[in-house]
């Protein structure tokens, strides 16, 4: 049977927090993000830049901003609402700007329709468009319905569009040609990389005869492309830097103010002037070397988008940037708020160790090695008590803003980062582990919501007699398999329940058993007569999906899975313990032989200003005052006119289109209600107390004796589940593996 299995707990909009940088008079780097507070959310999605007049164009979903890149300011605008009131519409998200050699251009890639944009003073405006040769893209299926699989990326060369289809061999991309009047005319180049607008009607492209057996990509040459020929004239075979994986993430672009081509490769930046010796220029953050976007500005400035990291305006004198002092990372870069970070040091030359891992963190710090300056952490996979007993890392409460930042969290994650007075790491990021339950459910049926582990086995032993029959699209947990699941969970709380204690772990306890005796007494297949769903595919629902992550206050408000009743719940061991909260943890610690300590501590002192407002929130209890949505009423009014523009198509159509406009007017209404009554605030003071609730008894999971011991225990337990050993042997030789590896571990 299929399965909700899908967790969306995804990132809120963020705070203007580049509007009150400028407003405090706080210093801007050059290579500091742009519209932090907008690109923040995963909700905005770039896919080109180009630029117009000296400002920056860029298009999310129905939104045009043009930026100006000395100060940050922009301005937004709807781009279907520059059409005429007869102009065939498509989807609102499937605008894409498209840059060329002269003025950019507008696509609406779901009708094939091109429009040329112009600027009145700040006023926006299309052209007539030209009717492109769609039909090759336009996918049918049965009953009639129909979609349109575009191409991901477009340039203009000339009055040429180039389209970057996806190639066959489903690696890079083969270009085809739309003439001045429309006509489709396929391309054959090479295996495309990258195409950007080039001059004289021409465009340049990165092409490569394929992967090698390391699976990089052979031989990337940039080459000149004439679009009336389909003639390719190599002009510069670019070297790849770094590893293959960061060969694989290659873009161009071209300034032809200053006759300077410009090369990602991977983490990066090279220039090439007058097509010379490619010198280094800049660099990318790692986690955001496949979303980079690229446009020239003239003046050494280049404008990168990082997907969700925002806009940079980047620096690209070469000498300035071979100037630079080194700050080297070890571990992990893919955390939220470390592309931003990066921009924020402009200084600084921040680059990742190739080959961080664990094991070889803690050799180099007992080896003194002093080859880099700050490193990521996981404290479930770190020993990070013995890394401050030993000195492992630097002292950070010399610094006011780290002190303050880390003073405000919960006790038990002090403790995790901090030692006698001082602190040794900054909280980046985090999560709690809790269960989700359907809120509708437990609503219409009355039923109240288990608080134990014991409430939990009663509900799912009571379900095929008091539910399955009214409710045969649900079911009270994922049943295949329900008692190994239910098991599992149990052990977890359990074990969750004694490192919160603190003091002697073992397995050895009245509690345990009377937790797992019960399950084992439930009856085999309890539940499994739930009839499966007889509808058009829909999703068989759980009641109770058990141990999510959260990482936000989006499942307080019902948004914890793809519908929009899921609820967090947290289940205790039995009556008599609290229910806890654990709490994975990331951080960074300075390496204290470090050769550039304030850069070290700057880059920490940064990270600060961009980590997400609702983790400091999830993690500080005194952090409690309501976060309001700024943009409420420009969402609803921009809600309220797509649905105008849906209603007033469907008054106009007929048919399947008709039902199809239908179906969306529906939706778009229940969006706009929603909107109303739940996008007022980020963070409502109901949700904030709900969380306080629930993490009012939390610890840090941190690598211990027991934690090590953990995989071996979990094996142990497969084989009592498997029923290859009974309870009793199951919990002698669980304590006795984990006395033995703590012993070892100290």
Known sequence: ????????????????????????????????????????????????????????????????????????????????????????????????????????????????????????????????????????????????????????????????????????????????????????????????????????????????????????????????????????????????????????????????????????????????????QGQPCGTFPADSIYEVLLCPLGQDRLAASLGSAGIRVMDTNARRFADKPMLTIWGDPYLPGFSQAIGLVDDLNVRLREGASTDGLNAALISGDDTFDVAVVRLESTDFQSIMRKGYAADLSGSDAIRHYVEDLYPSILQAVGRDESIFALLVDGYGFLQLYEGFFFEKTGHPLPRTVAELVDFIEGWPTQYAEEWPQMEPIYMAAYKRTLAQVALDIYQDAMRYKGGTFTYDTPLLRRMLKAIDAMPDGAGEDSAPMENNGEFRMEVLPLREQIRDFHAFRGEGRDSYTFYPLLLAADDNEPAVMRLEVTALFINPRTKNLDGAMRFLENYISVINPELRMLFSPDMNMPIPNPRHEEQLAAQQAHLDDLTARRDKAQGAERTELERLVDISTKDLADMRENGRWLVSEETIAAWRAMAEHNYVNQRTGDNLAAEEVYNLFSRYLEGQMDLEQFIREADAKTRLIMKESQ
């Not at 967790?7 to 809120?12: F, G, I, R």
């Not at 890149?69 to 520059?82: A, E, I, N, Y």
């Not at 007869?86 to 094939?112: C, F, K, M």
């Not at 893209?137 to 389209?163: F, K, N």
Request: with cysteine.
């Open 1 to 276: 049977m299929t399965m909700f299995r899908r967790l969306a707990l995804c990132a809120l909009a963020a705070l203007m927090l580049a509007a009150q940088a400028f407003a405090s008079g706080q210093p801007q780097a050059a290579t500091g993000p742009l519209l932090l507070d907008e690109f923040k959310s995963n909700n905005l999605y770039v896919r080109e830049l180009a630029v117009l007049d000296g400002q920056l164009l860029l298009v999310s979903n129905d939104t045009l901003y043009r930026i100006d890149t000395p100060t940050g300011q922009f301005t937004r605008h709807s781009v279907s609402g520059l059409l005429t009131q007869d102009a065939p519409r498509g989807s609102r998200y499937n605008w894409q700007l498209v840059p060329g050699d002269a003025a950019p251009q507008l696509i609406d890639t779901e009708t094939g329709l091109l429009y040329p944009l112009t600027f009145a003073g700040q006023q926006p405006a299309l052209g007539a468009p030209r009717a492109l040769d769609w039909g090759n893209y336009r996918v049918s299926l049965e009953g009639g319905h129909s979609y349109v699989d575009a191409p991901p990326g477009y340039v203009m060369a000339g009055d040429t569009l180039l389209a970057l289809e996806r190639h066959p061999a489903g690696q890079g991309f083969q270009l085809t040609a739309f003439d001045a009047q429309g006509k489709r005319r396929p391309l054959e180049t090479p295996i495309v990389l990258s195409a950007a607008p080039f001059a004289q009607g021409q465009a340049l492209v990165l092409t490569s005869a394929g992967r090698d057996e390391q699976n990089t990509w052979q031989n990337p040459t940039v080459s000149i492309l004439n679009p009336q020929t389909g003639e390719v004239t190599e002009k510069l075979q670019l070297a790849p830097q770094g590893t293959a994986q960061d060969a694989n993430a290659m873009r161009i672009t071209y300034d032809k103010s200053e006759d300077v081509l410009y090369a990602q490769l991977g983490q990066h930046l090279l220039r090439y002037d007058r097509w010379g």
